[in-house]
């Protein structure tokens, strides 16, 4: 566990003058936009404050550097403060932000990867967390580096049955270089969020799939740092009470504001308001990484030699799927394998045999499956393939769909495809019931 050292009065405060800042950047964007979500910025930009400035370790100048820390903003529809926050990194210039959501901005309603500084397309709901699991496990397992991976969630997300997905497996596999923050501001979409401010049970879940837990007030700086600082043998989760739109008068946990920038009077005396809290335009300077990430290169990746084929063998795609992957992996050491539990049929377990340390069992959960192999590729660090019977990747369509728009180099191989799957010998009874079950679609 990390020591805590209370960062002194100059320091919180300056803190607080950057949340404030990053509320002011947003509101201007958003309003200049006619479109965006500038509540849900607000009720974040305590945590987003801390994060960048006190707890990240990057170069801002550098977002794709290996050694970085990693964040993820889940809830993608907060963009504006992502933005603000390397805006006020120095990374992007701040006239930059008023060209939000315009056709020649790189600047989206949602962060995608044409931005430098993002690593995968968010904004679909419930997928931030799996992606960066596969960033964390990555970062443990094959690159036993020091970079740390954060993500940001909303509470209404909280209801897609894949953020609970990411979580069983990072406690299984106690990525403690993991922290989600949830920002818990009450209101959803449409109607306040099914738990609003009950904080006691979104600890008691997360607990439950064996992470760490802390319920802070989001927005106190100084609960932040210390909940952000406090590592243990297990990922982190912080669950931050906070109020949507924090720090707008006549807004600030109000129903009916999602999704609706201000209009220009209020958002002048919004900006107003907020600006009298700061004392000083003073700016912090993120720390630098620790830099021991390894070099990786995963170009021009070749099978060793041909596959050991005869004319006139009869061989089952999919054990040919598993000869070929395996084989693959003598090629590089960065190519790994995912599978939903479903090895011994798909063959990938041949790949387990020879690279037992790439190997990543994502069990019976396959929108999970597709998000871990998304984050596990970001930066180039591997090469992923993960595979399942493929009636069974139809559940992770939206997974899919955002590793596309992610512009990721997964690998989904799908076996058992068709109206029928033909002759099935398994190696257990499972595989029986599975092939009498799969045949009748």
Known sequence: MADYHKPDQQTLQTLKDTANRLRILS??????????????????????????????????????????????????????????????AGYLPESELLNLRKLDSILEGHPVPRQEFTDVATGSLGQ??????GMAYTGKYFDKASYRVYCLLGDGETSEGSVWEAMSFAGLYKLDNLTAIIDVNR???SDPAPLQHKVEIYQKRCE????????????????????????????????????????????????????????????EQAIKEIESRIQSNKKITPALPVEDAPAVSIKN???????????????????????????????NDRVIALDGDTKNSTFSELFKKEHPDRYI??????????????????????????????????RAFDQIRMAAISESNINLCGSHCGVSIGEFHGSNDFSLKAHKSISDL
């Open 301 to 331: 990746i070749k099978m060793p030699s041909p596959p050991n084929f005869k004319l006139g063998d009869k061989v089952a795609t999919r054990k040919a799927y598993g000869l070929a992957l395996a084989k693959l992996g003598h090629a």
């Open 208 to 267: 439950a799939f064996g992470w760490h837990t802390v319920v802070v007030d989001g927005h106190s700086v100084e609960e932040l740092c210390k909940a952000l600082t406090l590592v243990k043998n297990q990922p982190t989760a912080i669950i931050a009470k906070t109020f949507k739109g924090k720090g707008i008068t006549g807004v600030e946990d109000k129903e009916g504001w999602h999704g609706k920038p201000l209009p220009k009077d209020l958002a």
């Open 128 to 133: 931030g967390l799996g992606a960066a699991a």
């Open 27 to 88: 509101i201007k964007a958003t309003t200049a936009a006619g479109s965006g979500h500038p509540t849900s910025c607000c009720s974040a930009a305590e945590v987003m404050a801390v994060l960048f400035f006190h707890t990240m370790k990057y170069k801002p100048q550098d977002p794709k550097n290996p050694n970085n820390d990693r964040f993820i903003m889940s809830k993608g529809h907060a963009a504006p403060i992502l933005y603000a926050a390397w805006a006020e």
């Open 361 to 394: 069992e994502c069990y019976i959960a396959e929108q999970n499956m597709v998000s871990v192999a998304v984050g596990s590729t970001t930066r180039d660090r591997t090469v992923a393939f993960a595979s399942a019977f493929a009636t069974f990747f139809t």
């Open 187 to 189: 209101l959803g979409q």
